[in-house]
């Protein structure tokens, strides 16, 4: 037997391995069939010869009448079996001999004879061009015709005439005088045509489609007659329902487009012939067809439509009649004229559908009924063309449009409308958002496409655009205000919160290394997929930024486009550091920004608008500079040493804005824009080295201070560029105030702070005598509450220079402390302890809780037109005066007193107790209250973020002087401690990311203060024993109760607190960097962009947090073994939420009594000896009493999601496995166990127990007397799962549940299956009623009689009593009644005693 080959065997192989097969003879495996003929007949494939020269081919032999067409056989999937096919015959001549299809429709095919055909050649002119035609001459001599054609048409029907005059007579008289049958059957539509057949041999005139042409000419004719002749014949011998019968098969059979071109060649003919007949006869009476033939289609399947210009027709509608004078308008084609008609009446809208949304060309949206007239401009020939305006598609459609102006109009009303929809104006009448309609449509890559447009026009409006949708109205307008309060120039990154991770910490690293550290995914996804999450990437992405610099720089635009572009950028460095790094390194972009925009030298501007401003100092050019500087250190420092800004600041500071060659209102814009970017670069300890040469400018400024500020009335633009003056002075002050440390490392970094600062004390020290009496000349406006809003932040930044002053005053080490001592002294007594005791200072304490973003949620509510992928602060519209962002809010000037007064109670510790005393004020103390309230914060936007992270400045400064004021006696009269500590722990959870330096201030100085817990001195542990005693009624020792336990954790407070501050550390980067700002260290600032808020500092469950961690460690650990001192770190964690529990409840409202109950459950799971400490006991135990309270219980929710787990019945059946392993017995283990057991929670946690873990039940003896709750939570409402109802039975039957092993739930098993037995509710299904009774006979059937008897004669649970339940001494009558007739039913047997 032949074998397979083999790997590795070469062709010769395979050559012997076939010789060999061949030669045995053997039979293949695998045989070939081929597939024969469907056709059994053979056709004669013999030719004649070829008789002439030229290819004719011959078909004599076959008939002259062509076989029929019918349709052909089916075809088969293969040929009958009982037929053989040749296996080798040729498959060409087989198909030779059996195609015969070519016979049903020619019968000779003879070559085409060219050789008589005529040849023309052009005709030789005298004339270089052609004679010129004018209109008059053809229309002289002419009859009029009844059609309009145009002059082109009516030349081409005169040459076409004068060549049938020349025609032959015969075709001629058959043009002039056709019979009157065929005149009629002309004037029939093209479907009657088809259907009705020819009756009379006038019908057919002649050959239509054979002509003979490719003949010899000699021949062509009589052909072409012969054929005719034959034709003729045939179809006289066929009856009129043959030929329809006929004619039908023909069209099923031919193939439809060669039908359509048979008819389109008829029909073209006899258009030909018509026309002929009109000129040649023009009085006939033809206007009929001639009107059909008009405007017929060009389909042969459509019948022709009959618009007849008549007098009652349409066109009389048309506002103009169409004259003949008139070009182009010989032929009038009424659909294209219908746009010319009146408008159609206004549709009213009788229902509540929606309808498509338009707009104005100014962006407003128009009322659906709105009949506005047409001169307007808001009409047009698209759908709905009776109502005005244009739709969204419409605006799009118009984008991309040929014409340059529509471009430009489509996008400047876009602009117009995104505008308005950032102002709320469109409210609730539109059913979404447009923003995100328009980003879902693709709008952004649309404006990216118009930037790249060579239309100056369509640039300018693409722009505007982009600014419209980029830049939120108002935000900037704010930032500027707010630029010198209370670290104001902090500002959040405008990015959206969900980015990835690779954004968290941005602003901690370099630009290069974040370069590197940039995820591969997000340089890999296209442009789309980054607008989808953030538009501003999506943008940057596409090149945005080189085509900014390429319009500024190449085309020149106009002056507002400029400024458009200037405010893109601003946005865009506002975004994040990344971004504002783009803009820096994007080639020449700063470079055009700084040379064409802030030039050194310029000409004077006049008083009217600037046709260019290029070349002139333009105040948003320099506001981006600061920006730029603002998102980092290393930024900062470029621009100062790359683009030569020192020599820049000096040209725009050294002259007052009166002075410059340029428009009051941009000078002083200009002026302050300068005096923050230098306070932003002295912020990082930069330019200081300008002092020394600006210095009698900025002294003459601060001289003309007070003169400003007397003006009956202030100007707001010099109002800001005081302020920016005073907070430029106290950076400076700051820098001057820094003491230079001991190189402790050879770092960069440490060499840095190292260096010396370039200016000293001495230069800034006479500041002050000029800022003071700015400051009390302010003050004395504050009764005027309209003249004291007019006056800005001039006095917040006053006070916060004297509070850097005073500050960098005390850090000098040269100088005597006296000095500085008695000059606080005489600056508290002589104005600080006046204003205090002002009313009009009252009542800014009391408008506190009317401005807070904290009491009132629903200022901070979210902008109409917010979208996820793009951060606004949403101040459209302004804010009202009385908020944190008004006019008349007190805020700022409040934060920076209370900053002042902190500083000063700092240095000279005597003047902390009366400068506290601002702190008993009814407005202060109503406002604390308000904010410790049991109200969630606003939700995190990008506004609300800025305005509570300046909230909670105020906050922490008065909770700071509370703090001094605390270790003060005797204590500050007035001053509630306990509210100034729930403040603090309210404060604590609230802080966002930026204010590390506060939670670890509040932590180490406020939070676990014994000053603030004044219930240790009043009487509030034995309170807590006495109230123990009351809702519990024990009477046991009350050295080990709760007033002990909270005694003990008093004493234990500095242990507790730092527990605290190694478990909830922050992370130490963002610590340092935090502590640099607020302590004024402006060598250790890394940025004054803090990253993108996504949640608080800490989580709202901080006390747990150390349990937490310990779980955590434990769980994580492969040997099991627990961490060190775990002890030590649960019971502190205990204790202090032990604290909390009972003195500040409210401090814990935001954590669930089940998040509670979870949390409690760690200490359990962190190892198997943690929980039998006997401190951890107490602790745990008095925490269950407090989680077990009247008040608490009904809270408890086990079913609703819990912060931390996925479920808790996972963390439940980990407390089983963990309660079976190592808890022998633990009573308090076991009431943990219990206490999710009771009836309202899941069942799945009852099933957990008895149904997986039935061991656990020999170790739960908690007693009945030491249950937590009521013994009722466990049995009532009857238990109404059969599955549980059938565990419970199965564990009391087996002994696995025993009265002396786990005397709770045998009472609770009991009761329910007792109530399951008894049950003989008739809306119950036939299968529980089944499970009943077969229970019940179960039970019947009992041989424990104790068991027996307790489960038939159960009566009411009683926690008193030893079983925990009462029983009946005999039977009910109704449970006898209803045994009674389940034995006679058979159910249970005869005979069994019933007691």
Request: net charge negative; with cysteine; glycine share 6%.
């Amino acid at each position: 037997m032949l074998s397979r080959p083999k790997p590795g065997e070469s062709e010769v192989d395979l050559l012997r391995f076939q010789s060999q097969f061949l030669a045995a003879g053997a039979t293949p495996a695998v045989q070939l069939v081929k597939k024969g003929s469907r056709r059994a007949a053979d056709a004669n494939l013999e030719q004649p010869p070829l008789q002439d020269h030229r290819d004719v081919v011959m078909l004599d032999s076959l008939s002259d009448l062509p076989p029929a067409l019918v349709p052909a056989p089916p075809k088969r999937a293969r040929p009958s079996p009982g037929r053989l096919l040749p296996e080798h015959e040729d498959p060409e001549e087989r198909l030779n001999r059996h195609d015969q299809h070519i016979t049903a429709v020619l019968t000779k095919i003879i070559e085409r004879d060219t050789s008589s055909m005529p040849v023309n050649l052009p005709v030789s002119s005298g004339v270089a061009f052609p004679p010129v035609f004018h209109r008059s001459q053809g229309r002289q001599g002419k009859p009029a015709t009844a059609g309009k054609r145009s002059i082109f048409a009516q030349e081409i029907a005169a040459r076409r005439a004068s060549g049938a005059k020349v025609s032959p007579v015969r075709e001629v008289a058959s043009i002039l005088d056709p019979p009157e049958s065929a005149m009629t059957c002309e004037a029939l539509t093209t479907r009657e045509r088809g259907s009705q057949p020819p009756w009379n041999s006038y019908s057919f005139q002649g050959p239509h489609l054979v002509t003979g042409k490719g003949l010899k000419s000699q021949e062509a004719e009589q052909e072409a007659q012969t054929i005719h002749e034959e034709n003729v014949a045939r179809l006289q011998a066929l009856a009129p329902e043959e030929i329809l019968q006929e004619q039908q098969r023909l069209l099923a059979q031919l193939d439809p487009s060669l039908v359509a071109f048979l008819k389109s060649h008829s029909r073209t003919r006899e258009q030909a012939e018509e026309k002929a007949t009109r000129e040649q006869r023009p009085g006939r009476p033809s206007a009929e067809v001639t009107g059909k033939e008009a405007i017929a289609p060009t389909s042969a399947n459509v019948p022709r439509q009959e618009d007849e210009l008549e007098p009652e027709t349409p066109a009389l509608a048309l506002p103009v009649t169409p004259r003949k004078e008139w070009l182009h308008m010989d032929t009038v084609e009424l659909e294209k004229l219908h746009w010319t008609q009146d408008l159609p009446p206004l549709r009213r809208q009788q229902t509540q559908e929606r309808m498509q949304a338009r707009f104005s060309l100014q962006g407003e949206l128009l009322a659906p009924d709105t009949d506005l007239p047409t001169h307007l401009g808001l009409h047009h020939h698209g759908e709905e063309a009776e109502r005005a305006g244009y739709s969204l598609q419409e605006l799009f459609h118009l984008t991309r449009s040929q014409v340059s102006q529509q471009r430009a109009l489509a996008l400047h009303v876009l602009a117009q409308v995104i505008g308005r929809a950032q102002a709320g104006e469109f409210g609730d009448q539109l059913v979404g958002s447009v923003l995100n309609l328009l980003l879902d449509a693709g709008f952004l890559f649309l404006l990216r496409f118009s930037l790249d447009d060579r239309v100056d026009g369509v640039i300018a409006a693409a722009v505007r655009a982009l600014r419209a949708l980029l830049v939120g109205p108002g935000d900037e307008e704010l930032l500027d205000s707010a630029f010198s309060w209370y670290h104001g120039a902090l500002m959040f990154a405008l990015m959206p919160s969900q980015e990835g991770k690779e954004d968290e910490d941005e602003d901690e690293e370099p630009p290069a290394e974040k370069a590197k550290t940039k995820s591969p995914e997000e340089g890999n996804r296209p442009p789309s997929e980054l607008a989808r999450h953030d538009v501003i990437k999506g943008l940057l992405a596409t090149n945005l930024l080189p085509r900014l610099r390429y319009v500024l720089e190449v085309t020149c635009p106009g002056p507002s486009v400029v400024l458009d572009i200037l405010t893109v950028l601003i946005r865009l460095a506002r975004h994040s550091l990344e971004s504002a790094t783009r803009v820096l390194e994007c080639p020449r972009l700063v470079e055009t920004v700084v040379r064409e925009f802030l030039p050194t030298s310029w000409s004077p501007m006049g008083s009217g608008p600037t046709s260019s401003l290029h070349r002139v100092p333009c105040a948003p050019a320099m506001k981006l500079l600061r920006v730029l500087a603002s998102a980092g250190r290393n930024i900062a420092a470029r621009l100062l040493s790359g683009f030569d800004l020192r020599s820049r600041l000096s040209r725009f500071i050294a002259e007052d804005p009166q002075d410059l060659a340029l428009p009051l209102e941009e000078a002083e814009t200009l002026s302050a824009e300068a005096f923050r970017l230098w306070a932003v670069a002295a912020s990082y300890g930069l330019g200081s080295d300008l002092y020394r040469e600006l210095y009698p400018v900025l002294m003459r400024a601060l001289q003309a201070v007070p003169k400003e500020l007397s003006s009956p009335v202030p100007r707001p633009l010099a109002l800001q560029r005081i302020a920016s003056l005073l907070t430029l002075l106290t950076q400076l002050t700051l820098a001057a105030g820094c003491i230079t440390p001991e190189p402790s490392s050879d770092s960069a970094e440490a060499s840095l702070l190292a260096t010396p600062s370039s200016i000293t004390w001495t230069q800034v020290s006479g500041l002050h005598p000029l800022v003071e009496p700015c400051l009390r000349q302010t003050l004395k406006l504050l009764p005027r509450p309209e003249m004291w809003s007019a006056l800005g932040p001039v006095p917040t930044a006053c006070l916060l220079f004297l509070d850097a002053y005073y500050q960098a005053w005390s850090q000098q080490p040269g100088l005597c402390p006296e000095d500085w001592l008695q000059d606080m002294e005489r600056l508290s007594e002589g104005l600080l302890l006046p204003l205090l005791e002002h009313p009009s200072l009252g009542s800014l304490w009391e408008s506190l809780g009317c401005c807070s973003p904290l009491c009132n949620p629903q200022s901070c509510a979210v902008a109409p037109e917010t979208i996820s992928s793009l951060a606004s602060l949403g101040c459209a519209g302004g804010h009202p005066p009385l908020s944190l962002a008004g006019s008349a809010s007190p805020f700022p000037f409040l934060t920076a007193l209370l900053s002042l007064l902190n500083t000063l109670g700092r240095i000279h510790k005597g003047l902390c107790g009366q400068l506290a005393t601002v702190l008993a004020a009814p407005g202060l103390q109503n406002y604390f209250l308000r904010c410790v309230a049991p109200v969630a914060a606003p939700h995190l936007t990008p506004f609300s973020a800025w305005a509570l992270r300046h909230e909670y400045h105020l906050q922490y400064l008065a909770l700071t002087l509370a703090q001094r004021a605390a270790t003060l006696q005797p204590p500050v009269a007035g001053t509630n401690v306990a509210l100034c500590h729930s403040m603090a722990l309210a404060l604590l959870g609230r802080l966002l990311p930026g204010s590390e330096h506060l939670a670890h201030e509040l932590m180490l100085s406020c939070v676990f203060r014994l000053e603030f817990l004044p219930e240790r001195a009043s009487g509030g542990p034995e309170a807590a024993d006495f109230s123990d005693r009351l809702s519990l009624g024990s009477g046991g020792d009350l050295g080990c109760g709760r007033g002990a336990l909270l005694a003990q954790a008093c004493q234990d407070l500095p242990s507790i607190r730092s527990c605290y501050l190694t478990h909830c550390s922050l992370a130490r980067a963002s610590l340092l960097a935090s502590q640099a700002l607020y302590r004024g260290e402006l060598r250790r600032v890394p940025a004054l962009l803090l990253a993108v808020p996504k949640e608080p500092l800490l989580p709202t469950d901080w006390p747990f947090l150390p349990l937490i961690q310990l779980y955590h460690r434990a769980s994580d650990t492969p040997s099991g073994l627990p961490p060190a001192d775990t002890v030590g770190t649960a019971l502190r964690a205990l204790q202090w939420v032990l604290v909390l529990e009972s003195w500040r409840p409210q401090a814990l409202w935001a954590v669930s009594p089940a998040a509670r109950l979870a949390r409690l459950m760690c200490v359990f799971l962190v190892d198997s000896e943690l929980f039998r400490e006997t401190p951890i006991q107490r602790l745990v135990a008095a925490l269950l009493a407090r989680l077990c309270q009247p008040e608490v219980l009904p809270n408890l929710n086990l079913d609703c999601p819990l912060p931390g787990l996925t479920s808790f019945p996972d963390l439940y059946a980990n407390f089983l496995e963990h309660f079976e392993a190592v808890s022998f017995g633990d009573h308090l283990f076991g009431a943990l166990i219990l206490l999710p057991l009771q009836r309202r929670f899941s069942v799945t946690l009852r099933l957990a127990l008895f149904g997986e873990h039935v061991g656990a039940l020999r170790a739960l003896g908690l007693p009945l007397t030491q249950l937590p709750v009521s013994l009722e939570c466990y049995t009532a409402p009857p238990e109404d799962n059969v599955a549980l109802l059938q565990l419970y039975f199965r564990a009391l039957v087996t002994g696995a549940l025993r009265p002396r092993w786990c005397p709770v739930l045998y009472a609770v098993a009991v009761a329910h299956v007792n109530s399951f037995i008894f049950s003989q509710d008739p809306n119950n299904s036939d299968e529980i009623k089944a499970a009943c009774r077969s229970m019940l006979q179960k039970t019947w059937l009992l041989t424990d009689e104790g068991l027996r008897q307790h489960l038939l004669h159960y009566k009411l649970p009683n926690s008193a009593l030893p079983e925990g339940f009462e029983l009946y001494p005999q039977l009910p009558p109704v449970r006898q009644q209803y045994l009674q007739k389940l034995r006679i039913s058979g159910v249970l047997p005869n005979g069994v005693s019933e007691t």
